[in-house]
T-cell receptor
Framework: AQSVTQLDSQVPVFEEAPVELRCNYS??????LFWYVQYPNQGLQLLLK??????LVKGINGFEAEFNKSQTSFHLRKPSVHISDTAEYFC?????????????FGKGTKLSVKP | GAGVSQTPSNKVTEKGKYVELRCDPI?????LYWYRQSLGQGPEFLIY????????DSGLPNDRFFAVRPEGSVSTLKIQRTERGDSAVYLC??????????????FGEGSRLTVL
């Protein structure tokens, strides 16, 4: 079975500082990897995804993530955060060739950006 | 509307009652999904519809839970004999066929169910 671990439940950071949100996954087969973001009072939206190819993927709002197969990680990074990045971030996986839309999510990391 | 719409946004009910939650997907999206998010947890997959049929209902926790999509658009999640453990935010998402294959789901804001 697949699982996703987000190592930090909360990450406080000052505005314009860099941030890394950590995600590790467990799977015996190939997976697709995702980061979703949930802004206050909004639905989840896709931030970025890794399907194949380059291990460094770029998403919306200046975020990027790097797939590391040997470490089974998919950490999310941003070099300089804004107040507006305050949100909850969810890492997710789905099996390559598996049931459509059956995403396995981590528990989420709440990013709080302070002025 | 432009996004996935879910009603009601909040529902409080008593243990043992029947509940219906409604989802109106993005126009043109053939795939629809239900997820459940309990407090402090990430969303958990419940069921996936392609058109009118349930293509994958492996996430439904037991036979008290049932979902329909009779005309291939709006879907209703039905919970019978509610229990306190059913309290959660129920999320609906939709996607195109291609988008669903690569995990690009569009989520609604959810329906918060509280069972007293």
């Amino acid at each position: 079975a697949q699982s996703v671990t987000q190592l930090d439940s909360q990450v406080p950071v000052f505005e314009e500082a860099p941030v890394e949100l950590r995600c590790n996954y467990s799977s015996s087969v190939s997976v697709y990897l995702f980061w979703y973001v949930q802004y206050p009072n909004q639905g989840l939206q896709l931030l970025l995804k890794y399907l194949s190819g380059s291990t460094l993927v770029k998403g919306i709002n200046g975020f990027e993530a790097e797939f590391n197969k040997s470490q089974t990680s998919f950490h999310l990074r941003k070099p300089s955060v804004h107040i507006s990045d305050t949100a909850e971030y969810f890492c997710a996986v789905t099996l390559y060739g598996g049931s459509q839309g059956n995403l396995i999510f981590g528990k989420g990391t709440k990013l709080s950006v302070k002025p | 509307g432009a996004g996935v719409s879910q009603t009601p946004s909040n529902k409080v009910t008593e243990k043992g009652k029947y509940v219906e939650l409604r989802c109106d997907p993005i126009s043109g999206h053939t795939a629809l999904y239900w997820y459940r998010q309990s407090l402090g947890q990430g969303p958990e997959f419940l069921i996936y519809f392609q058109g009118t049929g349930a293509a994958d209902d492996s996430g439904l926790p037991n036979d008290r839970f049932f979902a329909v999509r009779p005309e291939g658009s709006v879907s209703t999640l039905k919970i019978q004999r509610t229990e306190r453990g059913d309290s959660a935010v129920y999320l609906c998402a939709s996607s195109s066929l291609a988008g669903g294959r690569t995990g690009e789901l569009f989520f609604g804001e959810g329906s918060r169910l509280t069972v007293l």
